[in-house]
């Protein structure tokens, strides 16, 4: 099992529709999560980081954590052209040193007029 | 500069020579990383520095891999006798010195490098 898994899709909504993407992770001691947005041939760009069970929202994003379940998602809202990119779940994984992260391998999201 | 800057964006080599990748953190940032991305993939780790202290190099794949950060600000990822293999992103990123919470990274644009 990976020890931070993402479906890899593509995952085709319609503009101003709810694009929601999913995360699950291994190590359940976990205590920092983030999602990151990547286009093509370009570096990850930070969108949310979450620490606590619950919503966090921030303009039209939204993370959920779930550490009874080991999920973590990312809910984008109004879902616009420019957010069709690929999208990065990365977790620091407890068991490892000081501030190592673990990538899941990216979810491709499309984003259709 | 305002974002950690890499250099060269671009690296072709000859399978068998050495190759040296340059990063340029945050201005003020503890934490240094350096990650390998292969096409359709996510980033993987490959070493970590705080200032000039290497405290994780668990993701280097070989010792043909080195990285150093000699005065804790900019750091170099050497790579001898490149493989094919070898081709891929390298990316770097850099994040403040760890408080409470870990400090998300911010990263570079990355060096795209071919082995032929």
């Known amino acids: 099992q990976k020890e931070v898994e993402q479906n890899s899709g593509p995952l085709s909504v319609p503009e101003g529709a709810i694009a929601s993407l999913n995360c699950t992770y291994s190590?359940?001691?976990?205590?920092?999560f983030f999602w990151y947005r990547q286009y093509s041939g370009k570096s990850p760009e930070l969108i949310m980081s979450i620490y606590s069970n619950g919503d966090k929202e921030d303009g039209r994003f939204t993370a959920q954590l779930n550490k009874a379940s080991q999920y973590v998602s990312l809910l984008i809202r109004d879902s616009q052209p420019s957010d069709s990119a690929t999208y990065l779940c990365?977790?620091?994984?407890?068991?490892?040193?000081?501030?190592?992260?673990?990538f899941g391998s990216g979810t491709r999201l499309s984003i259709r007029p | 500069g305002a974002g950690v800057s890499q250099s060269p964006r671009y690296k072709v080599a000859k399978r068998g020579q050495d190759v040296a990748l340059r990063c340029d953190p945050i201005s003020g940032h503890v934490s240094l990383f350096w990650y390998q991305q292969a096409l359709g993939q996510g980033p993987e780790f490959l070493t970590y520095?705080?200032?000039?202290?290497?405290?994780?190099k668990s993701g280097l794949p070989s010792d043909r891999f080195f990285a150093e950060r000699p005065e804790g600000s900019v750091s170099t990822l050497k790579i001898q006798r490149t493989q094919q293999e070898d081709s891929a992103v390298y990316l770097c990123?850099?994040?403040?010195?760890?408080?409470?919470?870990?400090?998300?990274?911010?990263f570079g644009d990355g060096t795209r490098l071919s082995i032929l």
């Open positions: 990123a850099s994040s403040l010195k760890k408080g409470t919470r870990d400090q998300p990274q911010h």
């Open positions: 190590d359940r001691g976990s205590q920092s």
């Open positions: 990365a977790v620091k994984l407890t068991a490892s040193s000081a501030s190592k992260i673990i």
């Open positions: 520095f705080q200032n000039e202290a290497q405290l994780d």
